[in-house]
């Protein structure tokens, strides 16, 4: 969808100079926070920039007595004059593959995938950036950082060792896998529907680079109905993905971290952004405290199972 878009609004825009933007391309993200997220960003660096799309206020806009059709978004000569940009950020890889490599081929454009997802994934993502522009990294996106990794020294033992089990789209996976083995959880069951041999490849390059992956078993091709068997014969402390992942916490009692799309039974998920710094405490909120939502529901009944039904954690 995204290539047919700019290639209609960009025929016979391409200039003979740079216009010296940066395209950020979100790929498929439910979160409207990511793409605020990503402008206030982009904003604090001092970037000229443009988004291919901008939805947030699409999906989140104000209720403010006025109706808008089309609230917010990416203007029309914006789009169409993204075929002049210097360079094109894509923060998700296999959502995006054919508008990537249409961007490469048809406007001799510098593209790249960088995922601001986790610590690493955000510094990596930060220093592409400036290394693209010149703009230096400021200081408060550092100090966001030292509370990030602050938060997660906090949270650190509770999550530590604890083995888990994920499904989801590509680029959604790899994001979640990553960060989560920054907090040395590790991965047991990989289910990804709609997989390639590229993800397979680059998803187990990602597992062999940490101690904690080496475990981990990719299930391209599989659904839900093959996890719920995964989980009875090989148990995990959590399950990571979207709501239809409550099924198997009522069938085999794995507590479920809603993280992905859909998002249907509970509110408000998409408000939060889960990339960049402030990305890691919202991921890291919902996974320590589901782990402590258990914990409780485990130690709950008095003089007999509440030794450790602890006031503070």
């Not at 947030?56 to 609230?71: I, L, Q, R, T």
């Not at 085999?252 to 998002?263: K, M, Q, S, T």
Request: aromatic share 10%; charged share 25%.
């Amino acid at each position: 969808m995204m290539k047919g878009i700019l290639s209609t609004l960009t025929a016979g825009k391409k200039k003979s100079s740079s216009n010296g933007k940066i395209n950020f391309m979100p790929g498929f993200d439910t979160y409207s926070e990511n793409t605020r997220e990503l402008k206030r960003i982009a904003s604090l660096m001092g970037i000229d920039y443009t988004v291919l799309s901008d939805t947030s206020d699409y999906v989140d806009s104000p209720n403010d007595g006025e109706f808008n059709m089309y609230p917010g978004g990416t203007k029309l000569e914006d789009a169409a004059d993204s075929i002049n940009a210097k360079a094109t950020v894509a923060l998700q890889s296999y959502s995006l593959t054919k508008t990537c490599e249409y961007i490469a081929k048809e406007w001799n454009q510098d593209v790249c995938v960088s995922r601001p997802w986790g610590i690493k994934g955000t510094d990596e993502f930060l220093m592409k950036v400036s290394e693209l522009t010149g703009k230096a990294i400021p200081e408060e996106l550092e100090i966001e950082r030292g509370r990030a990794v602050d938060a997660m020294t906090d949270s650190h033992a509770w999550v530590h060792g604890k083995r888990f089990a994920i499904y989801g789209d590509p680029d959604l996976v790899y994001s979640v896998v990553s960060f989560m083995l920054e907090l040395g959880a590790e991965p047991v069951h990989i289910l990804v529907h709609n997989t390639n041999k590229e993800f397979e490849k680059e998803l187990q390059t990602l597992l062999d680079s940490s101690e904690f992956g080496k475990d981990a078993k990719i299930w391209g091709g599989k659904d839900l109905w093959h996890l719920r068997s995964l989980l009875f014969t090989e148990p995990v402390d959590l399950l990571i993905g979207n709501s239809y992942g409550k099924y198997l916490w009522r069938d085999c009692g794995v507590p479920l971290v809603r993280i992905g799309y859909p998002i249907m039974d509970r509110h408000h998920y998409h408000r939060y952004a889960t990339i960049g710094y402030k990305g890691v405490i919202n991921l890291l909120n919902w996974v320590v405290n589901t782990i402590f939502e258990e914990i409780d529901r485990n130690t709950n009944v008095a003089g007999k199972t509440d030794i450790s039904y602890d006031l503070v954690r």
